[in-house]
């Protein structure tokens, strides 16, 4: 019977992490139901970017405010966890707190200390991030696509930290031993007065329940980020690996179109040639994108990464002149759609059913795409290079090559170039004319 | 223009056997549009002090393409470019030199990937190159202490990462530099990328130009400052609607490099 913890312990532990790593294998198929793209090149600016970029904030803090409080919570979620291991341990060996059996009781001391100390840091962290969401109307978190479920997406995970920081305490509150070894409960100590009048069975209990509903909550947390904007945490290092490493400003050339160019630029090329071996011959059934399988898998990885912050969107200049544009909204569009044909390919036995529906049209519609400037500051902008101007052009690709519906004076502007090599109606033979002006 | 200016091509580099050190690759707006051409000559006239040995490919030049692509016509431009790709190799061109970041960017990051492998610079970096190898000098205080605010294009700027050389140009005019609150990397767009010079822009509650033109406005200066031909419209059109066209200049640092 002295087991019966052990064994629920590891059952608990199994489904939470089982659960979640089914969940995790459904985004990586989803992921690969876009595209196949070549990101072997450039290694080492690839690590570089990941150490800097992802590991190293260095986005975030651009943004002082918003991207120290959000360093001191990263910098806690990671050194706190280091805790769990020994919830696990503790969990599973049935021991009690093994690491001051391993470690000099100075070093757990100055350990848990520190994961005190961080603790309260990022309860006060949260509590602001809470109050810029919900008391200072920061613009970027009241867009219209913030509405409904992102909005409380956003609150519930701070509030899942409020009380996972808030049960670590008082774990330790509650822990008399802990407590009377007097190191390390640098933050504890000033909460474990508020239990003075409780018998020693009392606290004991207060302290089991708190370490069972911490080691709980964490599972529940962690498979809860599949169904939140929250992966970034998990996604942003791979995201900022597969990141852009050439200039922003390439665009990618489209190789089908290329391979159609080459033979019609070609005076010897017979078009009626059979493709020379080895030449792919899978014509793409289309060119640019309509829905999320035309989009490469990077772009579907942003899309899960993307956590909602809208810096993107409050560096996007035709949002900031109120056009319907928003980078954000790009990348939630994408996400919202992948998800819908992942659950549609799990309802179809593993098929993609034809649901009537796309990602133009039904998501994001033509007024959003050509309101963009490409001018790269929502890829400058986002923390963790996510890259929402190359989904815009794709599908605008899409709308120019497939549908000829580009605005009107687009087409005009497109027929000149055609004609005479300039988006105006002047002719090609007056191009010097200027300097006889 | 009071002064000749003279503009070989390469055709007639190629019929002497010669070749320029450097091809000025002028751009369609550089070409035809009549702000633009001031922009264009005030270069060729920086490029005529320093005795640079340039040539234009003229009526062989045709649209990068650029503008296509932007607008999701992908076909369009790589028949452009594959066209002037042609044309280029031809000629042997090696380094080219433009005052249009669309055309700069296009030719230097879209193109190798067509067979066109060349050395870009844009003219600020060109004009930063001729004064630090002492070729052009500037003289006269034409600028000295002038409130002069920069505008960087999206193109040069954030798209490649060029920030530096159209700021140490302007700082050789001995005028008073002075930012913008969003420059550099979070340089607010003038409104034309993207083929949106080309439309009328979607609905909404403000003009990207006119927010702009009130970011420049903010630092009060004389000169606002440009490296590209549609930046250049765009901020002249913003002071217009501002109505402070009678106190605020709109000029490319070619023009301002050209008088100083």
């Not at chain 1, 949002?319 to 759609?337: E, F, Y």
């Not at chain 1, 059913?353 to 519609?365: E, F, R, V």
Request: with cysteine; net charge negative.
């Amino acid at each position: 019977m002295e087991y019966i913890p052990n064994i629920i312990f590891a059952v608990i532990l199994i489904v939470g992490i089982g659960f979640f790593a089914r969940n995790i294998k459904k985004l990586i198929r989803n992921i690969k139901l876009g595209q196949e793209v070549d990101a072997s090149d450039n290694k080492p600016q690839r690590w570089k970017n990941m150490a800097y970029i992802a590991l190293g904030q260095s986005k975030m803090v651009k943004r002082p405010i918003s991207g120290f409080l959000h360093v001191i919570v990263y910098v806690g979620f990671i050194i706190i966890n280091i805790e769990v291991l020994e919830i696990i341990i503790d969990g599973l060996f049935g021991t009690h707190r093994i690491g001051l059996s391993i470690l000099p009781n100075t070093v757990y001391g100055f350990l848990i200390g520190t994961f005190e100390i961080l603790a309260v840091l990022v309860l006060v962290a949260v509590s602001v991030f809470w109050i810029r969401r919900n008391v200072i109307k920061i613009k970027r978190f009241l867009s219209s696509e913030m509405k409904g479920w992102p909005k409380s997406d956003g609150n519930i995970i701070l509030y899942f930290e409020v009380v996972l920081m808030a049960l670590f305490l008082m774990m330790n509150a509650t822990d008399t031993e802990f407590q009377n070894l007097g190191i390390g409960n640098i933050i504890s100590q000033c909460i474990a007065p508020l239990f003075d009048g409780v018998s020693p069975e009392g606290l004991s209990a207060i302290e089991r329940t708190a370490w069972w509903l911490h080691i709980v909550g964490i599972l529940i947390f962690l498979n809860y980020l599949y169904f939140s904007k929250h992966l970034h945490i998990l996604l942003a290092f791979p995201n900022v690996y597969f990141g852009k490493v050439e200039p922003k400003g390439k665009f990618n050339n489209l190789e089908a179109v290329t391979a159609e160019v080459k033979l019609m630029m070609d005076p010897d090329a017979d078009p009626f040639a059979a493709a020379p071996e080895g030449a792919e011959d899978d014509v793409p059934a289309k060119f640019g994108a309509s829905d999320v399988m035309d989009l490469s898998q990077i772009q579907l990885l942003n899309a899960y990464t993307c956590t909602e912050c809208g810096r993107c969107t409050s560096e996007c200049p035709a949002n900031l002149t109120g056009k319907k544009l928003s980078p954000r909204k790009i990348m939630m569009d994408t996400r919202d759609r992948l998800e819908e044909v992942g659950k549609n390919i799990d309802a179809n036995n593993g098929e993609f059913k034809d649901d009537g529906k796309q990602l133009l049209g039904d998501y994001i519609t033509n007024e959003e795409l050509w309101a963009c400037t490409t001018c790269n500051a929502c890829v400058e902008a986002c923390p963790v290079s996510i890259n929402p101007l190359s989904i815009i052009m794709d599908m605008r690709r899409y709308l120019v090559m497939e549908q000829s519906a580009a605005p009107m004076e687009l087409n005009t502007m497109m027929t000149n170039i055609e004609n005479n090599g300039a988006p105006w109606p002047y002719n090609q033979m007056d191009r010097l004319n200027w300097k006889d002006e | 223009m009071s002064e000749e200016l003279k503009v070989p091509t390469m055709a007639e580099y190629m019929a002497e056997g010669k070749q320029p050190e450097i091809l000025f690759w002028v751009g369609s707006a550089g070409s035809y549009d009549d702000r633009a051409k001031k922009i264009t000559k005030a270069f060729v006239k920086i490029l005529n002090k320093a005795k640079v040995d340039f040539a234009v490919l003229g009526t062989e030049e045709s649209n990068t393409g650029d503008v296509a692509k932007r607008a999701g016509n992908e076909f369009l431009f790589q028949m452009q470019a594959v066209m002037n790709i042609e044309v280029l190799n031809a000629y042997e061109v090696k380094r080219i030199v433009t005052c249009d970041p669309h055309s700069f960017n296009c030719i230097k990051n879209e193109y190798p990937g067509l067979g066109g492998q060349y050395e870009v610079i844009h003219h600020t970096q060109f004009i930063e190159e001729l004064i630090a190898s002492g070729r052009l000098t500037l003289g006269g205080d034409t600028y000295k202490g002038k409130r002069i605010t920069f505008h960087d294009p999206c193109y040069l700027g954030r798209a490649n990462s060029v920030y530096d050389a159209p700021r140490d140009v302007l700082k050789k005019t001995n005028a008073n530099l002075i930012e913008m609150k969003r420059h550099k990397g979070t340089a607010l767009c003038c409104g034309a990328g993207g083929a949106q010079m080309f439309k009328d822009a979607e609905p909404g509650n403000k003009e990207i130009n006119v927010l702009r033109t009130e970011d420049a406005l903010e630092t009060q200066p004389e000169i606002i400052a440009t490296g590209c031909p549609y930046c250049n419209t765009m901020m002249t059109d913003g002071v217009k609607f501002k109505e402070k066209e009678a106190e605020i200049k709109v000029m490319d640092i070619a023009e301002l490099i050209a008088n100083a």
